[in-house]
Antibody, heavy 123, light 112 residues
Framework: EVQLVESGGDLVQPGGSLRLSCVASGFTFSDFAMHWVRQAPGKGLEYVSGISTKGDTTHHVNSVKGRFTISRDNFKDTLYLQMGSLRPEDTALYYCARESHCRGTSCYLFDLWGQGTLVTVSS | DVVMTQSPLSLPVTLGQPASISCRSS???????????LNWFQQRPGQSPRRLIYRVSNRDSGVPDRFSGSGSGSDFTLKISRVEAEDVGVYYC?????????FGQGTKVEIK
């Protein structure tokens, strides 16, 4: 089955760290750029970070730059988000999503999402 | 970063009536490859987002044909021809032309 499964979410104190994982199955993980998107309780979707197929290019939104690092292991078909200096405003459900080419009727631009993993930052 | 602005943010609709959501981007979404990477997503309560429309107007497999997307450049629209009860949820536009990818604020569709 083609799927993404996130894990690693937890309750953590402000200033703490956490590493999220997203395991891919059913498709060739190394052919896809990957992304993290978060959703605070009752709020909309916020793009967080993205990484190229080989992991040599990454993007982070300004609010997480210097605190979060996206990475991947193509041998383990796994995407990571290392989160540090966590703040209460980082509390959210974190989703991973994939991206590949988008031509003709074949378009893999955020076509597959995981179920999310919940990060709660609170003392 | 490209700002995506949706309107309205709340949309009460009578069953069987049409609904329309607007999405405007702060920059043109026409890519250098001449494609326009504008997606629409539906998020039902308690579920992950589900892509409905890609590249402005292409419906994903399994998406009812009452959903349609249109637009160009920086101005886009999602239309539901006749709203059904299962369409309740929040709808988001997202641009995939520029880095970082960005989402609209979401439009909550509810039944009157």
């Amino acid at each position: 089955e083609v799927q993404l499964v996130e894990s690693g979410g937890d309750l953590v104190q402000p200033g703490g760290s956490l590493r999220l994982s997203c395991v891919a199955s059913g498709f060739t993980f190394s052919d896809f750029a990957m992304h993290w998107v978060r959703q605070a309780p009752g709020k909309g979707l916020e793009y967080v970070s993205g990484i190229s197929t080989k992991g040599d290019t990454t993007h982070h939104v300004n609010s997480v730059k210097g605190r979060f690092t996206i990475s991947r292991d193509n041998f383990k078909d796994t995407l990571y988000l290392q989160m540090g200096s966590l703040r209460p405003e980082d509390t959210a459900l974190y989703y991973c999503a994939r991206e590949s080419h988008c031509r003709g009727t074949s378009c893999y631009l955020f076509d597959l999402w995981g179920q999310g993993t919940l990060v709660t930052v609170s003392s | 970063d490209v700002v995506m602005t949706q309107s309205p943010l709340s949309l009460p609709v009578t069953l069987g009536q049409p609904a329309s959501i607007s999405c405007r981007s702060s920059q043109s979404l026409v890519h250098s490859d001449r494609n326009t990477y504008l997606n629409w997503f539906q998020q039902r309560p308690g579920q992950s987002p589900r892509r409905l429309i890609y590249r402005v107007s292409n419906r994903d497999s399994g998406v009812p044909d009452r959903f349609s997307g249109s637009g160009s450049g920086s101005d886009f629209t999602l239309k539901i021809s006749r709203v059904e009860a299962e369409d309740v949820g929040v709808y988001y536009c997202m641009q995939g032309t520029h880095w970082p990818r960005t989402f609209g604020q979401g439009t909550k569709v509810e039944i009157k």
